[in-house]
């Protein structure tokens, strides 16, 4: 079926949500670019600047579980609007704590997460009623693409403020665009009626117990969540302790400490962000066009509704060992040029991953059931990964270096961590597999 809404409202819409997830993952993240700093400025410990986002993702799971429950059942647009104000206000708010408030400023970071809980968990429904086949697996490409790229850049955005008296400026970008996507918002995206592209019989609401214990028993479902927790624990980990790896790496093998193979701790953060933000966006490209040219049998393919979870298998397998000779010694003994390859191909392999995996979910899940499902994926998410990794690393961290100020005990310590992080992922792409031999049999038809 054709969608009433016209193209160009629909195409409209796909880049507004994606705008809005980006600056929001931006937000989030920017406090990893200045965390050396905030550490400094609070007067807190490693275990404390990781409880910033374990913080955070707390409020997150709490918003993702309102979300799941009234998202398929009230308008998808108020809620997002009305969470984008909040997220707004609260943006605006935290950059204006004082040092001995610590416990405040945590508060209002974390209350920042409400914009986010509501776009990741209702944006892809929408996009289901938007489109689809070819085109939804687009829309969603397009949409995961802001993950990485607002993740990294504003890791990179806020590393360039972190020797500066401003740093605290880098919590303050992104109110001025947010506000514009706010206006923007509420007069060009569009509400599309929920399931009207498919089978009217998909269409009937039912209770929430019904539609938890009916997503509950989709083996598809569970299949690809999984292979997504245990990936997505180390990527938490690594994104929210990148910059303090880098810098304590610089600090430990360098006279000057702003100096590391010859290029300024700024610079080599910018252009690992910028390689990082491209590697994401032809990652996302090739991998989800692959699949769907895989599934439809095009070119030299044989046709395979299995396409979309033997892809992830693929990433999953080849990546992990990419991630492990990121964060081993080669990443800073090797030659920038060396380090840098390495940390954009991990990111070209997995930025599929999450878009692929999320178009299973909308394959398997009737539309009624795609928020509740979508915030059940990403609650799980974070109560397994983003939330409590940041913080488990800090602490681990800090039990390795044994009280020790010396930046070389804090690259080894935080080397060390994130390795077994990554060990943790290891069996990740199994359930990917699996999910390639149950999956023909789960898809709606």
């Known amino acids: 079926r054709e969608s009433p809404i016209p193209q160009w409202r629909r195409v409209v819409s796909v880049v507004i949500l994606t705008l809005l997830s980006l600056f929001m993952m931006f937000d989030r993240y920017v406090t990893a670019g200045i965390l050396p700093r905030l550490e400094s400025y609070y007067s807190i410990s490693n275990t404390w600047g990781g409880l910033l986002q374990t913080g955070y993702i707390v409020v997150y799971v709490v918003c993702l579980l309102v979300v799941g429950a009234i998202g398929d059942r009230m308008s998808r647009k108020r809620i997002i609007l009305v969470s984008t104000l909040f997220w707004i206000v609260f943006m605006i708010a935290s950059s204006f704590i004082p040092s001995n408030m610590f416990w405040l400023f945590i508060t209002i970071r974390s209350l920042t997460s409400i914009g986010l809980a509501a776009v990741n968990a209702l944006a892809p429904s929408l996009f289901a009623d938007y489109f689809t086949g070819a085109a939804r697996g687009s829309s969603l490409m397009i949409f995961y693409m802001s993950l990485p790229v607002g993740s990294s850049s504003s890791i990179a955005f806020g590393s360039s403020l972190v020797q500066s008296d401003y740093f605290l400026w880098a919590l303050r970008l992104c109110p001025i665009i947010a506000i ?96 990082v933000c491209v590697a994401s966006i032809l990652g996302s490209m090739i991998f989800v066009n692959f699949s769907e040219m895989w599934r439809d049998g095009k070119f030299c393919f044989t046709k395979s509704q299995r ?110 961590t994130l390795l077994i992080c990554q060990a943790i992922s290891t069996t990740s792409f199994v359930f990917a597999l699996a999910n390639a031999i149950v999956l023909p049999s789960e898809i709606i038809r």
């Open 180 to 275: 514009l996507l706010l206006f923007l918002s509420i007069f060009l995206l569009e509400e599309p009626i929920r399931g009207g592209l498919e089978e009217a019989s998909q269409a009937n609401t039912t209770s929430v117990k019904h539609d938890l214990f009916s997503i509950f028993r989709v083996k598809s479902f569970w299949l690809a969540v999984m292979p997504t927790l245990l990936f997505n624990f180390y990527l938490g980990a690594f994104s929210w302790w990148s910059a303090t790896l880098i810098g304590s790496a610089i600090n430990s093998t360098n006279n000057d400490p702003a100096i590391y193979h010859g290029v300024e701790f700024g610079s080599w953060m910018g252009i690992s962000s910028a390689c």
């Open 307 to 416: 396409a979309p979870a033997l892809t992830v298998g693929f990433l999953l397998l080849i990546d992990k060992e990419m991630i492990s000779a990121i964060v081993s010694d080669l990443l800073m003994k090797s030659l920038y040029c060396h380090s840098q390859a390495l940390t954009s191909l991990g990111t070209l392999l997995s930025a599929g991953i999450m878009p692929l995996d999320t178009e299973i979910v909308l394959m398997v899940i009737t539309s009624t059931r795609r928020a509740a499902a979508l915030s059940i994926m990403n609650i799980l998410m974070c109560i397994t990964g983003d939330g409590p990794a940041p913080f488990i690393v800090g602490l681990i961290t800090d039990l390795f270096l044994g009280g020790s100020t010396d930046s070389a005990d804090l690259f080894n310590a935080l080397r060390k």
